[in-house]
């Protein structure tokens, strides 16, 4: 069992950035293949990075250049941070996590097994 909390979501104007982390509760941390999800109201949930054991990353195509994750092994915490935010950005974000290492940095939702609450990104234009 792996508990996933995020925070530092909250409301933003455009062009800024904000960090979110997400702490993990697992006795093999480095281990996990972890990734970023979000979802906007209306819309489907879907990936915008990903991490794997190995500390390789992906960022989806859409948030290149502006998102990037990283991991504290030491704190059990994954982090994304965000920069240049845009009023599209705004979303649930949630952190992800699954012992399975098969096609970690591709992974869709459904390839995760363990999700935290979420934590509210709002940007305003």
């Known amino acids: 069992q792996v508990r996933l909390v995020e925070s530092g979501g909250g409301s933003v104007q455009a062009g800024g950035s904000l960090r979110l982390p997400c702490a993990a509760s697992s006795y093999a941390f480095s281990r996990l293949c972890m990734g970023w999800l979000r979802q906007a109201p209306g819309k489907e949930r879907g990936g915008v990075a990903a991490?794997?054991?190995?500390?390789?990353?992906s960022v989806a195509d859409s948030v290149e250049g502006r998102f990037t994750t990283s991991r504290d092994d030491a704190n059990n915490t994954l982090y994304l941070q965000i920069n240049n935010l845009k009023p599209e950005d705004t979303a649930m974000y949630y952190c992800a996590a699954d012992y399975s290492s098969t096609w970690c940095l591709g992974r869709t939702p459904g390839g995760y097994l363990y999700w935290g609450q979420g934590t509210q990104v709002t940007v305003s234009s």
């Open positions: 991490m794997d054991s190995d500390g390789e990353t």
